[in-house]
């Protein structure tokens, strides 16, 4: 019987949406580890409520692959976190400008250390611009709390900037994932003439289940800032995903 599973976050939700989940015994189960993509909060509660901590790890090929992961330990009181560096890792969170933010502040991720790789193959151009001065800009928006653990809220080519305004779409699909009814979720940007860009809730609802546009654009109502409220809501039969099972946001913006 296993005592670890290491899934991404679509096979979690696979998983638990079987007919016999909730009779299935897991007591062998020490802990559940993910990553490859932001992973819903009801997932890890769902684990969390049955005493199996999820344990989020972050990297990508280019890191060796582990960057970031969580301890066994943290895994209950910082939920949602992808953790803190891994050995030999150095991290920053910084602005547009380059500059370190305070703790709290979203900024890009930058990575360093001894796993990290040296090069694009035969891709100079590439290669100088994957680097700031020794460190690796990883293309994801975070922050770092107080006590060290870092939250990725988004690709920074996912951002929705609206009026001027950064919209993360995660703070957004964690909100809709709450709603009774959707199995799942993605907010992408569309193209507006007064807004430049307005975002956008694609959803995915459970067989049988009876919800409006409406209802979902109502769940926001005084949990978010207006401005970073939907302005549409879409439904599909399912989100496009590649083989790691990340949402092809590219091509729920190429329909809109």
């Known amino acids: 019987r296993p005592n670890l ?26 802990m559940v580890t993910t990553g490859s993509s932001i992973v819903p909060h009801s997932l890890i509660e769902t684990w969390h409520d049955r005493g199996i901590p999820v344990i989020q790890v972050y990297g990508s090929t280019e890191t060796g692959p582990v960057a970031l992961y969580q301890r066994r330990e943290d895994a209950m009181i910082s939920v949602g976190s992808a953790g803190q560096g891994a050995l030999h890792t150095e991290l920053r969170i910084v602005d547009d400008g380059g500059h370190d933010v305070r703790p709290g502040a979203s900024g890009e991720l930058l990575l360093r250390g001894s796993n990290l790789f040296r090069q694009y193959w035969g891709d100079r151009n590439a290669s100088r611009d994957a680097f700031a001065v020794g460190w690796f800009r990883t293309g994801d928006i975070g922050y770092r709390d107080t006590r060290g653990y870092v939250f990725i809220n988004d690709r920074k080519t996912d951002v929705v900037i609206s009026g001027g305004e950064n919209i993360y779409p995660a703070e ?85």
Request: overall charge neutral; aromatic content about 4%.
């Open 5 to 30: 599973l290491v899934l991404v976050p679509a096979t979690i939700a696979a998983l638990i949406q079987q007919p016999d989940w909730q009779a299935a015994d897991l007591s062998s189960l020490r």
């Open 172 to 256: 957004l699909e964690r909100i809709l994932d709450g709603i009774d009814g959707i199995i799942e979720a993605a907010v992408v940007g569309a193209a507006d003439d007064h807004w430049s860009e307005i975002p956008v809730a694609i959803v995915v609802i459970d067989e049988g289940a009876r919800i409006t546009a409406q209802e979902i654009l109502l769940a926001f109502k005084g949990r978010l800032a207006r401005f970073k409220h939907p302005k549409a809501v879409g439904f599909l039969p399912a989100l496009p995903r590649n083989v790691m099972g990340k949402v092809l946001k590219h091509e729920l913006r190429r329909a809109l």
